[in-house]
């Protein structure tokens, strides 16, 4: 199998303070993970590239010091929303990368429903 | 680069008949294709994805999807709907030696009965 967890399912936060949402592979180990963010009745835009011990690979707009990712291990990616705002509320979906018998396959977390009031 | 475009924002059909959602690709490299479902906040589930092996896929739940290179197409279809098949569909392509994952915009599908 290739299970993929995120915790919380949801959160609720107040305006200015921060808020960490972890992803997790169950069964696989994961070198490369994704953040993707999700606003209401839209699609998915990825945030973010995270590797292993290494730097994340933002995409462009998304800013680094607001949205803190580390990935400090083979099975645990965290998102850290910093200084959130009510712009910031949204749907934060995480996927894993297996690597198997050459093959790349991304498997998605049920997501993170942040509401900043 | 890579884009995908989904035809439909919207698709409504009756319970028992065929169900069909249109997807057009572009990329620089050859492609991996495929389509996800998602149910109101839920996660993505797979539905079925193509790989540069048989152009028609068959996916869970019925689905299967034909990849059409002359026409960069990657349509879902079903022959029979389901009450169970409203939800969001997202059409998904990446370039084969790549790992990002570019969505499309979504179809949402509801189901009469």
């Known amino acids: 199998g290739a299970v993929v967890s995120q915790h919380p399912s949801r959160v609720i936060c107040k305006s200015g303070t921060s808020v960490k949402i972890e992803c997790r592979s169950l069964d696989f180990q994961a070198t490369t993970m994704f953040w993707y963010r999700q606003f209401p009745k839209q699609s998915l835009m990825l945030m973010a590239t995270?590797?292993?011990?290494?730097?994340?690979?933002?995409e462009q707009g998304v800013e680094k010091d607001k949205f803190l990712i580390n990935h400090a291990s083979l099975t645990l990616s965290t998102l850290t929303v910093t200084s959130a705002h009510p712009e910031d509320s949204s749907f934060y979906i995480c996927?894993?990368?297996?690597?198997?018998?050459?093959?790349?396959?991304?498997?998605f977390g049920p997501g993170t429903r942040l509401t900043v009031t | 680069a890579q884009s995908v475009t989904q035809l439909d924002s919207h698709v409504s059909v009756s319970e028992g008949t065929p169900v069909l959602l249109r997807c057009n690709y572009s990329?620089?490299?050859?492609?991996?294709l495929f389509w996800y479902v998602q149910h109101p906040n839920k996660g993505l589930q797979l539905l079925l994805k193509y790989t540069s092996a048989a152009t028609l896929v068959k996916g869970i739940n019925g689905f299967e999807a034909e990849f059409k290179k002359s026409e960069t197409s990657f349509h879902l279809t079903k022959p029979s709907a389901h009450m169970s098949d409203a939800a969001e569909y997202f059409c998904?392509?990446?370039?084969?030696?790549?790992?990002?994952?570019?969505f499309g915009g979504g179809t949402r599908v509801l189901v009469k009965p």
């Open positions: 995270s590797n292993e011990g290494s730097k994340a690979t933002y």
């Open positions: 996927s894993a990368q297996k690597v198997q018998r050459g093959l790349r396959e991304q498997y």
């Open positions: 998904v392509v990446t370039a084969a030696a790549g790992n990002k994952l570019t």
């Open positions: 990329s620089s490299y050859s492609p991996s």
